[in-house]
């Protein structure tokens, strides 16, 4: 007989399911589909010619050492690059204090599988990152939402969240995913506080925040922490870890990312990495710090902040030339997102039926939600990225979702006039 | 005030150290040192021309998708590839059976993750891989250990540990790591049969498979148990998971492994991988696809056997030559490693320490044991790898090891006179 797998599995996986994202992706795949769904970096901006000649010399110089196995930590000069590149933003952390995963999602992957036990609530912001959700969902956290407006998680409303002592919050505090908003300076200072009042620590997912378009860089709460704290210039100590990732800058097939934390966590999260995969492959480390490694990654980041503004641009001017007053949208200062609302009454799910009838796509907002109270919230919104498709399919997606909007709100105001 | 995160870390966390081999391989970094601890492949065999080569070309045609987010089940060529491949080994897998994984030891994370709920047993053998033991503890496994010998798994001893219901049974049939051994075809059919017979499935782990410099390849767990349950030519059941990698035949630095599974199993295994890490490096999997599509790594195969069997005819030699007669080891028909066992009452642990003084190294064998009560007979180990180092290394490295154990020998005769 066989095997009856299914009943071996363990109970952590029951709450397991496949992203809805993922399934929901499978049906915008069609060519004749413009579609705002993934969250996928330009293609055409990808700078293969610094690939094809950093992949060359790699293997002619180093290539012993980029095929071999590595350390669980990282490649030490890729580390020691990182904690170069972040101290521009004030994030003095040294390569010690960095960690390499297999993109940001191995980050949250390690961070949930270090710090949750089963039933421990997970603060979130409503709405937040859905893999974040996945990460932490198979180490059995349930989630407690707090929130969010145009200046990102509000944070006057948190302290009855924070005092059902939650084991960590999680936030993304620039151009987050999916809302496009940014937590203002104010309230980065008030969370940093609240964060150290309850003794609840905050993990920062930052994959977008050099990818700015408009205004000035906010401190990293890690750097408020820091400032916060004082005595201590080494990062052995502070209430947040620090997430980041090449994906958006750099490429993501590449899947790096990192992790900035105190050395004791760094430890505890190597010996995690080392039963998970061992270490992060060791070529593309080795071939994205030859890339990147002298200056090259600002110049660059330069041109995906021109090109993406530029589409973010004729996605709002779109917008604004071909949907109904009565639809609102978040003005992203950078990243990826933008995060439509529509009116009272409108549903997402059924808007999303007559968009892909129009050959065009989005994520609906219900997606995005942690817990089921803020699910309803979520069928007045939905995602759109702008990020990876042309202006002009840009312009074109935007009307064929302005005649699915129309005809969706014309059915609704026939209904509460009949 | 700052986190004290050490409070904060999940209960999983407290079983989880760093690789005891971790830590004394870094005794062992010393240039001086000869080192046969670790389980590297010889870089000398990396080909390095043609991953010039598919760097260049992938690159060329087909960037754009090489450097973007791709399937959490793998690149669709390279999972085709690989049934196609492992179809010699009458393992008839369609891509669909085939996950890809960062490196085998996510496969065994994922399988771990998967399967096992805090206390359930693992069957492993005794000595096993330790990575895998690092992998399953972090989710709360207990270990029944079953002694193998030169046959390998002594499936005669086998009936009453799975009794004890254990989850599942972790097997490395091939020149296993640590012992070197292999499971002979008789013991494959009975242990095949056993776990239909008990309704336990097995984890058949088979990094070294490939690498075979004498005798004749013996057919895979899985493919005995396919032939025993008859009806199915399609996997869709099934008692066995079969694990390999690309990291002995082609380069670890890589980190790409597989799963070959039945398609639900391998559904829920994409979900895990989503939350663990999206996918995989699609840079890598497409230019490990580019090095091996046109039967290059069966050329390239050859090459390492030829290369491996040397170094291992070196070591064999050379222990032939330079070791007391008390001393014993085995003989091993493939892979990577030796194991050699000491006279009664001589200790591995001790044995290192002077080792290390006559700058040469090993892993003492009592690192490869799941459970205590085993743990004693592991002192009278150690394990040699005779893949890296290159001839004239092997033959001085274990002339020097020869000083120290017959250094030990002679105390230990001294105090058996005295």
Not at 55 to 68: F, I, K, M, S, T
Not at 123 to 133: I, N, Q, R, S
Not at 194 to 209: F, T
Request: glycine share 8%; charged share 25%.
């Amino acid at each position: 007989m066989s095997t009856a797998w299914k009943s071996r599995y363990a109970q952590r996986t029951k709450n397991v399911q496949s992203s809805t994202i993922r399934e929901l992706l499978k049906l915008t795949q069609k060519p004749e589909i413009i579609s705002f769904a993934g969250g996928l970096p330009a293609p055409d901006v990808f700078p293969l010619d610094r690939f094809q000649e950093a992949c060359r010399r790699v293997l002619e110089v180093n290539g012993h050492q980029a095929l071999q196995y590595g350390a669980s930590e990282g490649y030490e000069p890729l580390r020691e690059m990182i904690a170069r590149h972040i101290s521009r933003y004030g994030i003095k952390a040294r390569p010690q204090h960095v960690l390499i995963t297999s993109g940001s999602q191995q980050a949250l992957d390690l961070i949930g599988k270090l710090l949750i036990n089963p039933g421990d609530r997970i603060l979130v912001e409503a709405p937040t990152y859905l893999g974040a959700l996945q990460a932490f969902t198979v180490y059995g956290a349930e989630y407690v939402s707090v929130p969010s407006d145009n200046d990102g998680l509000r944070t006057e409303l948190l302290e009855p969240s924070l005092r059902l002592g939650p084991k960590f919050m999680y936030v993304l505090p620039n151009f987050q995913n999916p809302g496009g908003t940014t937590l203002s300076e104010g309230r980065r200072h008030e969370l940093v506080l609240l964060a150290d009042k309850y003794g609840i620590p905050i993990i920062e997912d930052d994959p977008y925040g050099q990818l700015r378009y408009e205004g000035e860089h906010l401190p990293p709460l890690v750097v408020i922490d820091r400032e916060n704290l004082r005595r201590d210039e080494s990062y052995s100590i502070g209430n947040v870890l620090y997430l980041s990732t090449f994906s958006k800058t750099l490429a993501p097939g590449l899947r790096l990312g990192w992790i900035v934390a105190p050395p004791d966590v760094i430890s505890k999260l190597v010996q995690l990495k080392q039963g998970a995969d061992l270490h992060t492959s060791t070529f593309t480390q080795v071939v994205a710090y030859e890339v990147a490694k002298e200056g090259f990654l600002d110049e660059h980041v330069k041109l995906i902040r021109k090109v993406y503004r530029e589409r973010r641009d004729v996605m709002l001017d779109s917008l604004k030339h071909f949907f109904p007053a009565e639809v609102k949208w978040t003005h992203p200062k950078g990243g990826l997102f933008l995060w439509v609302t529509l009116p009272q009454g409108m549903d997402c799910r059924s808007l999303f039926e007559v968009a892909l009838k129009e050959n065009v796509a989005f994520v609906p907002g219900d997606c995005f939600y942690a817990t089921s109270e803020t699910n309803g919230e979520g069928c007045r919104h939905f995602r759109l990225n702008f990020s990876y498709g042309r202006p002009e399919l840009i312009r074109e997606g935007i009307r064929r979702l302005s005649v699915a909007v129309k005809q969706q709100l014309h059915e609704l105001h026939a209904v509460h006039a009949g």
